[in-house]
């Protein structure tokens, strides 16, 4: 099979979840907008947490032209990204019990604002805390996950619980358990991994749907633009200044 035709079978697999996902989680996405929306217009501040490459689609949405400037990244140290040595190390923090809870308590979160959280399988530990302890605290929540996981695998947490059963809402990414979309013999394992794609486009979707609310009540929403355009910066700086303590990257 030539290269080609994986890479059309990629395109096609990507595709056909974002329609499912357009299709099946509207209702979902417009609700988690209009939660952002009431968050942002009551005055409280906007946050993502993802581990893992989980955290490519919330920092997607932190401090990007077009984006909403209030979501503020919520990292855990070791669990963003793969840039600890070794890798797998941040695997294993996301199985740690009580690193959630120090967290937040550590962090700016406060009653009144809202956390989106990314967690594909939604199983660990760490997404599974982090969604508890911040409804304690008042924070509504907003979990991205592929629900598959809660059928087919085995929850990480004490409770036996997973991220999507402590949330206000929930986005179902429909990614398929492992992630991979193409098998083909003889490769003995699955590949090419829809996840950051198809997360990424719900989170966006859900900012355009925040901007369109904060915009139909007459307020105008707080976005930034690309500073790679004339009058960006000076445009950004506006927005710094008047939202500056709600806004945590700045500092």
């Known amino acids: ?21 357009r299709d099946e989680e509207g209702e979902a996405i417009a609700a988690a907008g209009t939660l952002l929306a009431d968050t942002v217009a009551d005055g409280g501040r906007l946050f993502a947490f993802g581990a893992g490459h989980s955290s490519l689609a919330a920092q997607d949405v932190v401090y990007r032209a077009g984006g909403l400037a209030l979501m503020n990244l919520l990292a855990v140290p070791g669990a963003v990204g793969v840039d600890v040595m070794p890798a797998t190390l941040g695997s294993a923090l996301e199985r740690v019990d009580g690193l959630a809870s120090a967290v937040l308590d550590t962090s700016p979160l406060r009653a009144g604002d809202a956390l989106v959280i990314i967690s ?16 304690a605290l008042g924070v509504k929540v907003i979990g991205v996950t592929s629900v598959a996981y809660a059928t087919e695998t085995r929850s990480r947490h004490s409770s036996g619980t997973y991220l999507k059963d402590h949330c206000d809402i929930v986005l179902d990414s429909k990614i398929p358990i492992g992630d991979a979309t193409l098998t083909l013999p003889p490769i003995p394992a699955p590949f090419a991994p829809a996840s950051t794609v198809v997360t990424s486009a719900i989170l966006q979707s859900v900012m355009a ?3 369109g609310a904060l915009s139909d009540r007459g307020i105008e929403p707080p976005l930034l633009r690309s500073g790679n355009v ?3 910066h000076e445009w950004n700086g506006r927005v710094f200044e008047e939202y500056g303590d709600r806004i945590f990257y700045q500092h």
């Open 1 to 21: 099979m030539s290269d080609g035709k994986l890479a059309d079978q990629f395109f096609d697999a990507a595709i056909d979840l974002l329609e499912r996902v």
């Open 120 to 135: 594909l399988s939604g199983r660990n530990a760490l997404p599974v805390e982090m969604a508890m302890h911040a409804r």
């Open 209 to 211: 749907t925040a901007a």
């Open 230 to 232: 004339d009058g960006g």
